[in-house]
């Protein structure tokens, strides 16, 4: 920010984590009633959601497990961007967790190993009746998938599509963001940053996050001057 | 109503009262005191939505009972400025409230009574009692590093947090963190945490003293109150998360030294009038047996000054803003203090040689 003295803040922000509270349905209000619905006896074994990037499928995944954690049972969340180098030893056994998520199928498809043991993940998961949900960036139909049997299995349970915010659903995720972390954003602020910042909701969520820090080390108020020198914008 | 009232008797819950009175309102009513006489006493009310207090005390004599609001400020101004053992008479007389003491009359407006708010009375879930001094003792060690007006409503304000045989208080302002924990006979199940905001506690403390008398504690779900024998202090909560403290205490920290802590102050004072008005920074370059302590300003003037510690190990050189340790040292009460560092980017803990009731952190700053 500047080469001048800079008091170096504490870590007292409130941990911004990815969970359904923390997110804003918008028009995703059925899809999230599945998934938050999922653990309970009746929910469904599989889910699968797709979706553009930033709009919000690793924080639903996540939320997922969150909400698994807290009512006592274990679940995993399996990013494949960043463990589809490795091979899927990570897949074994995995019917003893209660609910697997797996975020990025994208990632893996077309490489042999990947998706046979996906398949036998589908497979062993459902005859455990534990629960299971992926995220993709494109519906099970569009997906190039070369195994027709993980195919099939991809369009077992129910599939999902997750719509981006319009602007004003847009304008009022970063506020809740904002609450969530504790900060007070006004209006014109959030106005301004959704005017002048990214338009990937993941990126305007990193700003918060730096605005968060910045505002902590200097003790000043989120102002549109402040968020300039904070943004270097 | 009418009823005469000592000086004496009037002033001080008259002040204490007026201090919760907020000097801009948003109603006009907020800026009066509200006086009910009865046959058992007097009681006044102040009030800013956000906190309220009453305070009793007892009239020389009640010809008429009633009640009526009076703007605060110039009632205390007029109480405070009559001579001492005054006489004071208030009477309401066609809607203004008149005040006699010897040969002084003072006519003040009123606005009505059923205007005055109070805080909806809360049904208190969990009530308890602690020693007056108790109470005080946490507040004063660690008020001084809450927030003011920061974005995050949670930072402008203390964390209490009452649990079985412990009490403790938690404040931060994103800079420095305090927190003191005492015993205490209680019995919370399970333990509870409250966030009073800012200027609750600041009234609070004022109605505490070093004794062991018991103030009573009545908590709700948005709002606690105090009670202490002649007051009744009521706040609202801040409702939200307070930040996980334990997250924040330091422990890996290696270079642990002690010094006389009246003679750190004063060398940490001498210095920071060379510092730089703004940020406040000071240089310790920490030595075996000695730390030194540098400012300079943008004015390129410079103060060095050396002070004997008790330390053995690598030498350090770290940045802080030396308000942040002056407060620590105003509030510590033991002749010496230890702190322990680690490298110039992580906070320190200044406490007690060996740990006491309270703990502070500080983060560094980058000079």
């Known amino acids: ?233 | 109503m009418k009823f005469s009232i000592s000086r004496e008797a009037l002033l001080r819950p008259l002040a204490l009262v007026a201090g919760v009175v907020e000097r801009r309102q948003t109603l006009p009513v907020l800026s009066n005191v509200l006086l009910d006489v009865r046959e058992e006493g007097l009681s006044l009310t102040g009030t800013d939505l956000e906190v309220e207090l009453i305070g009793r005390t007892m009239p020389s004599q009640v010809e008429e009972q009633g009640a009526a609001t009076v703007p605060a400020r110039k009632l205390m101004d007029i109480c405070k400025s009559l001579p001492d053992q005054s006489e004071i008479t208030f009477a309401l007389e066609e809607g203004r409230a008149v005040l006699r003491s010897g040969r002084s009359r003072f006519t003040l407006s009123t606005l009505p009574v059923a205007e005055f708010p109070n805080i909806e009375d809360t049904q208190g879930s969990i009530e308890l009692s602690l020693p007056r001094g108790t109470l005080k003792h946490l507040i004063d060690a660690t008020s001084f590093a809450m927030a003011q007006q920061d974005v995050r409503y949670y930072l402008n304000g203390m964390l209490l947090e009452l649990r079985s045989n412990l009490v403790r208080t938690v404040a931060t302002d994103g800079h420095r963190l305090a927190v003191c924990s005492r015993s205490a006979d209680i019995e919370v199940e399970p333990a509870q945490k409250l966030i009073i905001p800012r200027k609750g506690v600041l009234e609070l403390v004022r109605l505490l003293d070093d004794s062991d008398e018991p103030v009573s504690l009545t908590l709700g779900a948005s709002h606690v109150r105090a009670h202490t024998g002649d007051f009744t202090f009521t706040s609202k909560l801040v409702d939200g998360k307070f930040p996980d403290y334990e997250r924040v205490v330091p422990r890996g920290g290696d270079k642990v030294f002690i010094a006389e802590r009246a003679q750190l102050r004063q060398v940490l004072s001498r210095t920071s009038i060379l510092s730089n008005e703004k940020y406040r920074g000071v240089r310790l370059q920490l030595e075996e047996g000695n730390l030194q302590v540098m400012a300079n300003n943008p004015e390129q003037e410079e103060a060095e000054e050396n002070v004997e510690i008790e330390y053995t190990g690598a030498s350090l050189e770290i940045g802080f803003n030396v308000s942040y340790l002056i407060d620590v040292l105003n509030v510590l009460d033991e002749d010496r203090v230890q702190m322990t560092l680690a490298d110039p980017n992580s906070s320190a803990l200044l406490e007690e040689p060996g740990g006491g009731d309270a703990m502070y952190v500080v983060m560094p700053m980058r000079l």
């Not at chain 1, 999230?32 to 709009?55: C, H, I, K, M, N």
């Not at chain 1, 506020?175 to 209006?187: E, F, H, I, S, Y």
């Open chain 1, 1 to 233: 920010m500047s080469s001048g003295p800079a008091q170096l803040p504490l870590g007292v922000g409130l941990r911004d984590d990815a969970t359904f509270s923390s997110f804003l349905a918008g028009g995703n209000a059925s899809l999230v009633e599945r998934l938050r619905s999922q653990l309970d006896a009746s929910g469904e074994p599989l889910l699968f959601l797709w979706g553009a990037e930033g709009v919000g499928r690793s924080h639903l995944l996540q939320a997922a497990c969150h909400e698994a954690t807290d009512r006592d049972l274990r679940a995993l969340y399996l990013p494949l961007a960043e463990l589809g180098h490795f091979p899927p030893h990570m897949l074994e056994d995995i019917e003893r967790l209660d609910l697997v998520a797996i975020d990025d199928l994208e990632q893996v498809l077309g490489r042999k190993r990947w998706e046979e043991a996906l398949f036998h993940c589908y497979n062993r998961l459902r005859d455990a009746n534990k629960r299971l949900v992926v995220a993709a960036n494109a519906s099970p139909r569009q997906l190039e998938v070369r195994l027709p049997d993980l195919a099939s299995r991809l369009s077992w349970g129910m599939t999902f599509h997750i719509k981006p915010l319009d602007d004003q659903g847009r304008a009022d995720a970063l506020k809740l963001r904002a609450r969530v972390r504790g900060m007070q954003l006004p209006d014109e602020v959030a106005r301004y940053i959704l005017h002048r910042g990214p338009r990937r909701l993941d990126e305007l969520f990193e700003a918060l996050e730096t605005l968060d820090r910045a505002s902590l080390s200097a003790k000043r108020k989120l102002t549109i001057p402040f968020v300039k020198q904070a943004l270097g914008w």
